[in-house]
């Protein structure tokens, strides 16, 4: 066995992550059972001064419970370039204070640290936004700040998935028919009454049966898939399909900068990217 390393994971408070599920707990596993020792930053807790990127973290144990999955030890400062890798986790929303996380990190990779993904790549690649690369992949999808584009993008399209650019996890997306009586108030709230920008997707109908969360690293597609049933909090595994590898849309001068990313897909549509 190699020697020991420390690595650090930049997370959502901890209390908030679901480790039945979530893949930053599943990573903090799978290195704690080589040997590896595992710290925990929380974005505010990320600065610079006189030259050096440092972070307050805390020394996890991992355990296998998923309600009671860790164990908080002692809470030390520590120069980022000093941990063997630096994994950034944390979720959106995509504000101005993620930005500056990047730039914090970025800062770090300068002095010698290890930071996965690519602060720069995190930065570049809105996980909606994304799919503007994998056009012929997409359902067909409108982003704008005009309310009235949104409105007639629901006039030809009829059924209207809305969402804001910098959210996650379902939050302020609504779906829209065309003869919704609350439609213009829909528009208004998530655009904010135009000073946001927001995405507007056809529904697609296939979503009833869940989705499917397609892992790539260093560009490689992970043979396996994860597909989520909304409905019933369900995932399974299964092998990628060839229908699958076409809709991640691998192709030379396609792939993402960073080390690791996912594709969610619905039947052979990318409708996200995250880096």
């Not at 699958?244 to 690791?260: F, K, P, S, T, Y």
Request: charged letters at 30%.
């Amino acid at each position: 066995m190699s020697a020991a390393m420390d690595f650090a994971f930049i997370v959502d408070p901890l209390p908030l992550l679901k480790a039945y599920k979530d893949s930053s707990v599943a990573m903090m596993r799978a290195l704690a059972a080589r040997g590896h020792r595992i710290h925990a930053i929380m974005q505010p807790d990320v600065y610079w001064e006189d030259g050096v990127t440092s972070s307050r973290a805390t020394a996890l144990t991992l355990k296998n419970d998923d309600h009671d999955w860790y164990d908080a030890g002692e809470v030390e400062e520590r120069a980022l370039k000093h941990y063997a890798a630096v994994i950034m986790r944390k979720d959106p929303p995509f504000d101005m204070e993620y930005v500056y996380s990047t730039y914090l990190l970025e800062a770090a990779e300068h002095e010698g640290a290890r930071v996965f993904n690519r602060p720069r790549a995190i930065r570049d690649y809105n996980e909606k936004m994304a799919i503007a690369r994998f056009r012929d992949f997409i359902a067909p999808t409108m982003v704008t700040r005009d309310g009235s584009r949104v409105s007639e993008f629901i006039d030809e399209h009829e059924d209207v998935i809305v969402k804001p650019l910098d959210g996650m996890g379902g939050v302020s997306v609504f779906r829209v028919r065309d003869g919704d009586p609350n439609r213009n108030v829909i528009i208004e709230t998530v655009s904010h009454h135009g000073a946001r920008t927001v995405m507007a997707q056809r529904y697609l109908p296939e979503i009833v049966d869940g989705d499917k969360r397609i892992i790539l690293i260093a560009g490689q597609v992970v043979p396996r898939r994860h597909r989520r049933l909304f409905d019933r909090g369900e995932r399974h595994q299964s092998d990628l399909l060839r229908r699958d590898r076409r809709a991640v849309g691998i192709r030379r001068g396609r792939n993402v900068r960073g080390r690791v990313a996912q594709r969610d897909c619905l039947t052979a549509k990318v409708n996200g990217l995250s880096v």
